[in-house]
């Protein structure tokens, strides 16, 4: 099992968790869901000596990508997503940058598909093709560190938003259920906005699944 930390930065309006996944090993890290506030962001990895390696982005919300290209170009990272969202990224529509008063988009560099294993940090990762808080939202779920990203598909005690475009609500719940609740209890989930919790406690108190 890697040594892998966890820092998370609440940045942007909003305010949306971003998160810095990193081998204290290596001191490699990839950031998940950069959002609004680059220079916090870019303090906090110079503090750390962490060198990013990829970005990935669990949705393509306006809330969650502020940060993708100042990061591309301050140290050439790739950005990754799942294949389904490509169009939400790169839609001033769809990513409500529009709607916000600030539009702009993000170029994804690669995809993922549902269920792929990536090598990274020193250990595996499983995307979870979760949509319904958009049409291709994803979860990034690390098994033996035994930590799930879930982006605004779960969160402590609820569920993501289903009233945008491309929202889906029994999508949504039908990804919650046959994709996260089919992980341990003692996963460790990290949401997007919000507290941290864990799979058992989700599967015995969030209402929206019960």
């Not at 990935?56 to 990061?71: E, F, K, P, R």
């Not at 988009?105 to 949509?131: A, N, R, S, Y």
């Not at 994803?138 to 779960?154: H, I, Q």
Request: glycine share 10%; aromatic share 10%.
């Amino acid at each position: 099992m890697a040594n892998l930390r966890v820092d998370c930065l609440e940045l942007g309006m909003l305010p949306t968790n971003t998160y810095i996944l990193w081998n204290a090993d290596t001191r490699d890290c990839i950031v998940i869901d950069p959002s609004d506030g680059f220079g916090r962001l870019d303090e906090r990895l110079k503090e750390k000596d962490l060198h990013p390696v990829a970005v990935y982005i669990t949705h393509g919300h306006d809330d969650h990508i502020g940060s993708v290209n100042d990061l591309k170009r301050a140290y050439g990272t790739l950005v990754y997503i799942m294949k389904e969202e490509e169009e939400f990224a790169e839609s001033v529509q769809y990513n409500l940058s529009l709607s916000f008063g600030h539009p702009r988009v993000i170029e994804p560099d690669m995809f993922f598909i549902d269920g792929q294993e990536v090598h990274v940090l020193g250990t595996v990762m499983k995307t979870l093709l979760t949509p319904g808080h958009t049409v291709g939202g994803g979860c990034f779920y690390f098994p033996e560190e035994k930590m799930v990203f879930t982006g605004d598909t779960l969160f402590c005690e609820s569920v993501g938003r289903s009233d945008f475009p491309g929202g889906n609500g029994r999508q949504l719940i039908a990804s919650v259920k046959e994709k996260l609740m089919t992980l341990p209890d003692d996963v460790v989930v990290y949401p997007g906005h919000g507290p941290l919790t864990t799979i058992g406690h989700e599967r015995k108190y969030n209402f929206f699944l019960n």
